[in-house]
């Protein structure tokens, strides 16, 4: 457009041109064949851009990249051997931008996944093939052989509410909100693995010691990894359960007993997985769960960690913010201008021996 105009505006400065008694007809017609050849030209252009992939043509600005792919997507995406299929329950250009974005860059991440567009004036109960509940408007049903799951348009945004309470009703009213993230992609994906997926890795959570208990926010992101979670209380089992890829024990503030510090080590010295937290509790050193870490090198020292820098703690001494170096393992939260943190109020310290 801006060089039709510009062309244009370059005729009528030159407006002599267009003069018949002064240059012809033959000039006339040149000049308004130009106009045309050109005008056919950008037309053209146009059309043949609009049927490149997308991903060559736009460019996602979003300081988090919400209209692309994560890298870590696309790795998943790569391995891909088994046919999906998408459907988004809303017509063909009627969808939300932000999910139609994420499905599009997923068809695109590998052939096997395909999108169909469900128009819900024209089929308003497609999605009683696949659940008994009707799902909200821009939700995706993914699809893969004889299994399939609901993501719920709603599930996709995080979303932030006000309050105000009601005398009247006794009640608490929202009456406003705000979107403060989106997780359709995470969503998608996760319901993609898991409708491939054969097997489902299971992880147990060790109870029964005042534990951290996985919150909402973990255990949906356990979820979303295709990876299921149970409690178990080891007083109730003579081993860690075979089908257990791994095992939780998150800070407990009761020491384990000698049995069941038995139980964890044959786990591991058979091969197992795990994932210790250490909490600060104001009772005596848990000395039995803490042996569970010396086989490995690792002393859990008594008390907890006090920072002196003012710059690498929060308020007070043992909320601490340390600085985060730069490795593979710190990649999602490293910033050379520090804006983002690692936040770990009353924090154990652990020392290596020289092995």
Same mark, same amino acid.
């Given at each position: 457009?801006?060089?039709?105009?510009?062309?244009?505006?370059?005729?009528?400065?030159?407006?002599?041109?267009?003069?018949?008694?002064?240059?012809?007809?033959?000039?006339?017609?040149?000049?308004?064949?130009?106009?045309?050849?050109?005008?056919?030209?950008?037309?053209?252009?146009?059309?043949?851009?609009?049927?490149?992939?997308?991903?060559?043509?736009?460019?996602?600005?979003?300081?988090?990249?919400?209209?692309?792919?994560?890298?870590?997507?696309?790795?998943?995406?790569?391995? !891909?051997?088994? =046919?999906?299929?998408?459907?988004?329950?809303? %017509?063909? $250009?009627?969808?939300?931008?932000? /999910?139609?974005? #994420? @499905?599009?860059?997923?068809?695109?991440?590998?052939?096997?996944?395909?999108?169909?567009?469900?128009?819900?004036?024209?089929?308003?109960?497609?999605?009683?093939?696949?659940?008994?509940?009707?799902?909200?408007?821009?939700?995706?049903?993914?699809?893969?052989?004889?299994?399939?799951?609901?993501?719920?348009?709603?599930?996709?945004?995080?979303?932030?509410?006000?309050?105000?309470?009601?005398?009247?009703?006794?009640?608490? !009213?929202?009456? =406003?909100?705000?979107?403060?993230?989106?997780? %359709?992609? $995470?969503?998608?994906?996760?319901? /993609?693995?898991? #409708? @491939?997926?054969?097997?489902?890795?299971?992880?147990?959570?060790?109870?029964?010691?005042?534990?951290?208990?996985?919150?909402?926010?973990?255990?949906?992101?356990?979820?979303?990894?295709?990876?299921?979670?149970?409690?178990?209380?080891?007083?109730?089992?003579?081993?860690?359960?075979?089908?257990?890829?791994?095992?939780?024990?998150?800070?407990?503030?009761?020491?384990?007993?000698?049995?069941?510090?038995?139980?964890?080590?044959?786990?591991?010295?058979?091969?197992?997985?795990?994932?210790?937290?250490?909490?600060?509790?104001?009772?005596?050193?848990?000395?039995?769960?803490?042996?569970?870490?010396?086989?490995?090198?690792?002393?859990?020292?008594?008390?907890?960690?006090?920072?002196?820098?003012?710059?690498?703690?929060?308020?007070?001494?043992?909320?601490?913010?340390?600085?985060?170096?730069?490795?593979?393992?710190?990649?999602?939260?490293?910033?050379?201008?520090?804006?983002?943190?690692?936040?770990?109020?009353?924090?154990?310290?652990?020392?290596?021996?020289?092995?």
């Amino acid at each position: 457009v801006t060089f039709v105009c510009l062309y244009l505006t370059g005729f009528l400065i030159l407006k002599r041109r267009w003069r018949v008694a002064t240059h012809g007809i033959g000039k006339v017609l040149g000049s308004t064949a130009q106009i045309l050849f050109w005008g056919i030209v950008i037309v053209g252009v146009n059309f043949l851009v609009s049927l490149m992939p997308k991903e060559y043509v736009l460019l996602d600005m979003t300081y988090n990249g919400i209209y692309s792919l994560t890298e870590e997507s696309k790795e998943a995406l790569s391995g !891909l051997e088994s =046919d999906v299929t998408l459907y988004v329950l809303q %017509g063909d $250009g009627e969808a939300d931008d932000t /999910i139609l974005a #994420t @499905v599009e860059g997923m068809e695109a991440a590998n052939d096997h996944i395909h999108a169909e567009y469900i128009s819900l004036e024209e089929n308003p109960y497609f999605y009683t093939t696949y659940t008994d509940t009707e799902p909200p408007a821009n939700s995706i049903i993914v699809v893969s052989e004889d299994k399939s799951i609901v993501v719920n348009y709603y599930d996709c945004y995080q979303v932030q509410y006000d309050y105000e309470y009601n005398y009247e009703s006794g009640e608490y !009213l929202v009456t =406003d909100y705000k979107v403060t993230g989106y997780d %359709g992609e $995470g969503r998608i994906i996760s319901a /993609i693995m898991q #409708t @491939v997926s054969s097997e489902v890795p299971k992880i147990y959570c060790i109870t029964g010691h005042d534990e951290i208990v996985p919150d909402t926010e973990l255990a949906s992101l356990l979820s979303k990894a295709n990876v299921q979670t149970q409690m178990i209380n080891l007083l109730d089992y003579e081993t860690i359960p075979e089908d257990a890829d791994c095992v939780f024990l998150l800070g407990p503030l009761v020491d384990y007993s000698a049995e069941e510090a038995e139980k964890i080590t044959a786990y591991l010295e058979g091969g197992g997985k795990a994932i210790f937290a250490v909490a600060f509790t104001d009772a005596d050193e848990l000395e039995v769960f803490h042996g569970l870490l010396s086989p490995y090198g690792m002393e859990v020292l008594p008390g907890y960690v006090m920072e002196q820098g003012a710059s690498y703690y929060n308020s007070y001494e043992y909320f601490l913010l340390p600085e985060i170096l730069y490795t593979d393992i710190t990649e999602g939260v490293y910033s050379t201008l520090r804006t983002k943190y690692v936040y770990m109020p009353y924090a154990k310290g652990i020392v290596f021996n020289e092995e």
